[in-house]
Nanobody, 124 residues
Framework: QVKLVESGGGLVQPGRSLRLSCAASGFFFSSSAMSWYRQAPGKERELVATITNTGGSTNYADSVKGRFTIFRDNTKNFMYLQMNSLKPEDTAVYYC?????????????????WGQGTQVTVSS
């Protein structure tokens, strides 16, 4: 069955960096677009970044553009989110998601599988 497992979250000071990983199994990883979502306390889950199956196209939420980078390694069935210049407002649970389809702008149109999430806390 499809399994997505996030790792790499933790407590980090503002301005520092963190890299999240998502280990995927149970499906043809190299054939699927993937995304990162996040959910802060009291807020709705939001799309952070999406990457096409080949990694040739990406899309980011305006709030993270220029600071976060999504990338993938199809030889290892892993997806990553490099987060730089972290801000307190980036504090959230981050989720890896499998996207069966994306828009022309490479936005996930609705995941069909989710990971369990990893907590990222940005605080001094």
């Amino acid at each position: 069955q499809v399994k997505l497992v996030e790792s790499g979250g933790g407590l980090v000071q503002p301005g520092r960096s963190l890299r999240l990983s998502c280990a995927a199994s149970g499906f043809f990883f190299s054939s699927s677009a993937m995304s990162w979502y996040r959910q802060a306390p009291g807020k709705e889950r939001e799309l952070v970044a999406t990457i096409t199956n080949t990694g040739g196209s990406t899309n980011y939420a305006d709030s993270v553009k220029g600071r976060f980078t999504i990338f993938r390694d199809n030889t290892k069935n892993f997806m990553y989110l490099q987060m730089n210049s972290l801000k307190p407002e980036d504090t959230a649970v981050y989720y890896c998601a499998k996207c069966p389809s994306v828009s022309r702008q490479t936005m996930c149109l609705g995941p069909d599988y989710w990971g369990q999430g990893t907590q990222v806390t940005v605080s001094s």
